[in-house]
T-cell receptor, first 116, second 109 residues
Framework: EAEVAQSPRYKITEKSQAVAFWCDPI?????LYWYRQILGQGPELLVQ????????DSQLPKDRFSAERLKGVDSTLKIQPAELGDSAMYLC??????????????FGPGTRLTVL | GENVEQHPSTLSVQEGDSAVIKCTYS??????FPWYKQELGKGPQLIID?????GEKKDQRIAVTLNKTAKHFSLHITETQPEDSAVYFC????????FGKGTRLHILP
């Protein structure tokens, strides 16, 4: 069964360092999402891609976060510099397409980031 | 901004009993309402969803109801089993998908 792949699964870093997370969506899925999930909370959308284009990054802290999906397949989310408040689970999800259609999002296992 | 309220935050039920989780949403343009189950160390997994033109949907032991007028939807799990223990999230999608804060469900033996 096809799955969304994420790496690393766990990352510990010190504040002010740079970190990067990678996501490989299910083959053929045009839409890719990055979410942040703080412990005890629901996922919060950071950025949404349709193919290689960003369609929503309104909740992305652009002073320190960046995301790219250069070839419209896999994606990288970067934080530079990391802050203590960035400690969270970073989830990637993909779906066949976006818009107002009812497309199921498939989530990866996430990357748990701890900033010391 | 738009939000989704989910209650309760924690729920303990005896094995075999039913569990009900309730959500309300604020965006009247929301038209799709998925429910996710998240087990420890894993990403959320879709367990059931409902569209705005349907009032109720059932899949074996799981059912979801939607009241668009009240902007309220609920998840019902019957005949609960130990493997139902997890965190459950509701969500509402209009222009974007917004998740509730989750309900930690404990099934007591």
């Amino acid at each position: 069964e096809a799955e969304v792949a994420q790496s690393p699964r766990y990352k510990i870093t010190e504040k002010s360092q740079a970190v990067a997370f990678w996501c490989d969506p299910i083959s053929g899925h045009a839409t890719l999402y990055w979410y942040r999930q703080i412990l005890g909370q629901g996922p919060e959308l950071l950025v949404q891609f349709q193919d290689e284009s960003v369609v929503d990054d309104s909740q992305l802290p652009k002073d320190r976060f960046s995301a790219e999906r250069l070839k419209g397949v896999d994606s990288t989310l970067k934080i530079q510099p990391a802050e203590l408040g960035d400690s969270a689970m970073y989830l990637c999800a993909s779906s066949l397409s976006s818009g107002r259609r009812y497309n199921e999002q498939f989530f990866g296992p996430g990357t748990r980031l701890t900033v010391l | 901004g738009e939000n989704v309220e989910q209650h309760p935050s924690t729920l303990s039920v005896q094995e075999g009993d039913s569990a009900v989780i309730k959500c309300t949403y604020s965006d009247s343009a929301s038209n799709y309402f998925p429910w996710y189950k998240q087990e420890l160390g894993k990403g959320p997994q879709l367990i059931i969803d409902i569209r705005s033109n349907v009032g109720e949907k059932k899949d074996q032991r799981i059912a979801v109801t939607l009241n668009k007028t009240a902007k309220h939807f609920s998840l019902h799990i019957t005949e609960t089993q130990p493997e139902d223990s997890a965190v459950y999230f509701c969500a509402a999608r209009g222009d974007k998908i917004i998740f509730g804060k989750g309900t930690r469900l404990h099934i007591l033996p």
